[in-house]
């Protein structure tokens, strides 16, 4: 069964239409079959709709995707499977348009059958707020949440529906740390 780096490296030489007649029919055999492979097929087509028309949503899908395989590779090392799906800093904005508030991101990830989403907001010079969800638990799971940095740990529970915050969170490198009641914990990486 191929890796999923392999999938995605076919996914592009199919759109490329660099595939040889068998090895394409093959290919799309197994679209056939797989329907989050044909999800991931509509969006990569969707993209290359977008790209076409503007540089911009090009540089912003290229740092994600630098971002994901930086994340494969971390959890090569670590043996942590969370990725990045998201970070709306990367963005780009509309020419005339500035929110209140460029500094504030929003960002998704996922690991195993865990879901993500954190904001993160200055709080003030070099600090940061950071308020996050989890996704993929049952209401009422006690989910201890932690940042850690160095010799720098911060620690909260969330709340029954799986919400926590952070208040003035020095700027830098975080892994954050989402850890069950049955001891199971997954690791993200987080840059404030």
Known sequence: MPSRKELMER?????EGQMEA??????????EGD??????????RA?????????????AAKGLIDRFIKDL??????????????????LPLPVGIRPASVDSRRLKYA???IQLEVSVYPASPGS?????????????????????????????TANPFQVFHFARVPQGGYALTVADPDGRQVEFSLEL
């Open 11 to 15: 996914l592009q030489r199919y759109l």
């Open 22 to 31: 068998d090895e394409k029919a093959l290919f799309e055999k197994q679209l």
């Open 35 to 44: 329907p989050e492979l044909r999800r991931m097929l509509q969006l990569q």
């Open 47 to 59: 993209l290359a709709r977008e790209t076409a028309e503007g540089g911009d949503l090009r540089q």
């Open 73 to 90: 590779h971390r959890s090569k090392e670590t043996g942590h499977r969370a990725f990045l799906t998201f970070d709306s800093g990367l």
């Open 111 to 113: 690991a195993d059958n």
């Open 128 to 156: 940061f707020e950071v308020i996050g969800q989890v996704e993929g638990y049952p209401s009422g799971v006690t989910l201890n949440i932690t940042l850690s940095r160095g010799r720098t740990i911060l620690r909260e």
